[in-house]
């Protein structure tokens, strides 16, 4: 970090690659570390397809307490920083492994959900699929009868291939890569930044803490994202 950083203005194809430390500074735990959500819950109670098909009520009471959360806090000044640069260099591409929307909420379009969204449902008996914004609870069931699930990838989930195909042709055509409070432990995910590396990108990492893919990175900015977004952003 210092007067080497590069300037984000000089870039036309930037593209934002954000995790949970993103959001944590809008108050939404991250998954890793104290204090984080499977710390307190066993994912195979809640976030798994299994236990969606042992009890399905149950997984969306957790579902529903996550969204309320979610719904009380406001995106931060670096999604808002983002959403800024995304209006001004319309070739900007944000991929987040984030499912809480708040890019979306700060002004962001086609934003890359990796992870799908705490905002969308489906229905697997039909292959029906909606927005539902959590409030007014919605019917928890399928015109069809079935039940509606989040359309989030659960642990043991495969991702979706077509988005996971928009995240590498973005990456791939970027001049510049920042990745923002992600812990590079979540598989597949984790490889995505190592494209713009191979292809000789500029690439940025913002994290409090070192990762394992620190070293990888072109130039490291160890702070918040608030802070650092906004030096960055200059
Ligand atoms: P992670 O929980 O594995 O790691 C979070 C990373 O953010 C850590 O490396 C941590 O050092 C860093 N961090 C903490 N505070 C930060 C800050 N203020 N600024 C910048 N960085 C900060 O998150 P992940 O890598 O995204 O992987 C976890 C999976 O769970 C992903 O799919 C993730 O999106 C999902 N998840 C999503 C949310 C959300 O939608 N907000 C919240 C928790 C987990």
């Known amino acids: ?41 066993d994912y195979e109670d809640f976030a798994c397809q299994r236990a969606f098909d042992r009890d399905p009520a149950k997984v969306w009471t957790f579902h529903d307490e996550r969204r ?22 319309t070739a900007t591409r944000i991929v987040t492994q984030n499912i809480d929307g708040m890019h979306q909420r700060a002004g962001a379009v086609d934003v890359i959900e990796l992870h799908g969204s705490l905002w969308r449902v489906r229905c697997d008996a039909c292959g029906a699929e909606k927005e539902d914004l959590g409030l007014p609870l919605l019917p928890k069931r399928c015109k069809c009868g079935a039940w509606w699930r989040p359309a989030i990838v659960w642990f043991e989930d495969p991702l979706n291939f077509d ?12 001049d510049c890569l920042v990745g923002i409070g992600t812990s590079g432990e979540v598989y ?41 977004m906004a030096l960055l952003a200059g």
């Open 1 to 41: 970090m210092g007067s080497d950083l590069p300037r984000l203005e000089d870039f036309e194809r930037i593209v934002f690659f954000t995790g949970a430390g993103l959001s944590a500074e809008s108050g939404i735990p991250t998954y890793r570390g104290s204090g984080g959500l499977w710390a307190q819950y």
């Open 163 to 174: 988005v996971v195909e928009a995240a590498v042709r973005a990456i791939e055509a970027c």
């Open 68 to 89: 309320e959360a979610v719904a009380a806090c406001e995106p931060n000044l670096a999604h808002r920083i983002i959403a800024k640069i995304q209006r001004e260099k």
């Open 188 to 228: 597949p995910a984790a490889e995505l930044p190592l494209i713009a590396m191979r292809a000789g990108a500029v690439t940025l990492e913002i994290n409090p803490e070192e990762t394992p893919l620190s070293p990888l990175y072109t130039h490291v900015l160890r702070g918040p994202a608030t802070e650092m």
